[in-house]
């Protein structure tokens, strides 16, 4: 039988049919083929490092010394791969999530805000038909005045830059 040719599955001593691309197998001249188990397996050849790689392809073909390291470089590159697009798909669920998030806390503080704003609504009147100007501090600037963003005057504006300019330095 040549030894490049590969026997057809229902010829072969061994029930079951290997997936993954095989070798060529070397000539009969050479006894150990790089199909047998004990050359590398692709779980080691992604596993182990350059030197024991070495240390193991010693006395193949050189041809074969070469594919191996091809194959195992391809098997390392797919990992990275993988490891890639996992951590890339990892983040953006998180992102997706954390974004989820943020936009429920908007809708929430949008919320409180438009309450308070309610609140400020229905108190306000009240509060605007008495002069409570006598238990503010004259130190205090005009926006702190219950009121104040209300007055659009110049003349507010006037008072409030006075008032701030007359608060007495610390």
Same mark, same amino acid.
């Given at each position: ?61 050189? *041809?074969?010394?070469?594919? /191996?390291?091809?194959?195992?470089? @391809? ?34 503080? /949008? ?8 609140? /400020? ?24 005045? @219950?009121?104040?963003? /209300? ?18 330095? *610390?």
């Amino acid at each position: 039988m040549d030894p490049y040719c590969k026997p057809s599955p229902s010829y072969s001593s061994s029930s079951s049919i290997s997936t993954t691309p095989t070798l060529p197998s070397v000539p009969a001249g050479n006894e150990q083929s790089p199909l047998s188990p004990d050359v590398v397996t692709d779980e080691e050849l992604q596993r182990i490092s350059v030197r024991q790689l070495n240390q193991r392809l010693q006395g193949h073909d050189r *041809q074969v010394v070469t594919m /191996l390291k091809q194959k195992r470089r @391809t098997l390392k590159n797919r990992g990275y791969a993988l490891n890639c697009r996992v951590r890339r798909i990892q983040n953006q669920l998180q992102l997706e999530a954390d974004n989820i998030q943020l936009r429920d806390q908007i809708r929430s503080l /949008l919320q409180t805000l438009a309450d308070v704003q309610a609140r /400020l609504q229905y108190y306000e009147p009240t509060f605007m038909l008495h002069d409570y100007s006598a238990y503010v501090p004259t130190t205090m600037p005009m926006s702190y005045h @219950t009121g104040a963003h /209300l007055l659009g005057s110049a003349a507010a504006a006037a008072h409030v830059n006075v008032t701030i300019c007359q608060m007495p330095q *610390q």
